[in-house]
T-cell receptor
Framework: DTAVSQTPKYLVTQMGNDKSIKCEQN?????MYWYKQDSKKFLKIMFS???????INETVPNRFSPKSPDKAHLNLHINSLELGDSAVYFC??????????FGEGSRLTVL | AQSVTQLDSQVPVFEEAPVELRCNYS??????LFWYVQYPNQGLQLLLK??????LVKGINGFEAEFNKSQTSFHLRKPSVHISDTAEYFC???????????FGPGTSLSVIP
């Protein structure tokens, strides 16, 4: 039974398109995150939600819009995709001691 | 603001040899510290964590780390590595008052048969 699941695992799309990634956790955690991992493996936090409320927004372009319909779900919608958006996007949840439980990642390729 | 440094971007080591992956952090407040491992094409999973108590922390797969407050370090060690330990290793820090988790740039460990 997967603790943090993301879909889809792979996305390949053209510049200018819009895409969404969905994330669900069954761990009962209040806090969820989106991280971006670039081609050099560097992990950068994008957003954090605590019980459906946005608490961290790390100067991400407003083409990226997170949505949390409930505390078990955190989705990421990206408008007008650019080449530089190509990366692996990780969803994570946390019991608020800093320990993160990650999904398997969603690899986005923008052509 | 906190930051994390992992001085070695790549560490090659022979199978059954010991390894140490270095992590230093900077923070003006108390922190929690973590090591995560990422196998190829997978998400990250927790190896071990320091929240409080004993400064020597043992984790999964035979790894351990020692928290050194005076040197602001949290180095990861394993006495004998296996081929299966080949992966990317990330050190991470978060303020104890709870804030965003900051990751180091990662160290790629390659175990040579």
């Amino acid at each position: 039974d997967t603790a943090v699941s993301q879909t889809p695992k792979y996305l390949v799309t053209q510049m200018g398109n819009d895409k969404s990634i969905k994330c669900e956790q069954n761990l009962g955690h209040d806090t969820m995150y989106w991280y971006k991992q670039d081609s050099k493996k560097f992990l950068k936090i994008m957003f954090s939600y605590n019980n459906k409320e946005l608490i961290i927004n790390e100067t991400v372009p407003n083409r990226f819009s997170p949505k949390s319909p409930d505390k078990a779900h955190l989705n990421l919608h990206i408008n007008s995709l650019e080449l530089g958006d190509s990366a692996v996007y990780f969803c994570a949840s946390s019991p608020q001691n800093g320990e993160l439980f990650f999904g398997e990642g969603s690899r986005l390729t923008v052509l | 603001a906190q930051s994390v440094t992992q001085l070695d971007s790549q560490v090659p080591v022979f199978e059954e040899a010991p390894v140490e992956l270095r992590c230093n952090y900077s923070s003006s407040v108390s922190v929690y510290l973590f090591w995560y491992v990422q196998y190829p094409n997978q998400g990250l999973q927790l190896l071990l964590k320091y929240l409080s108590g004993s400064t020597l922390v043992k984790g999964i797969n035979g790894f351990e780390a020692e928290f050194n407050k005076s040197q602001t370090s949290f180095h990861l060690r394993k006495p004998s590595v296996h081929i299966s330990d080949t992966a990317e290793y990330f050190c991470a820090v978060v303020k104890t008052s709870y804030d965003k988790v900051i990751f180091g740039p990662g160290t790629s460990l390659s175990v040579i048969p």
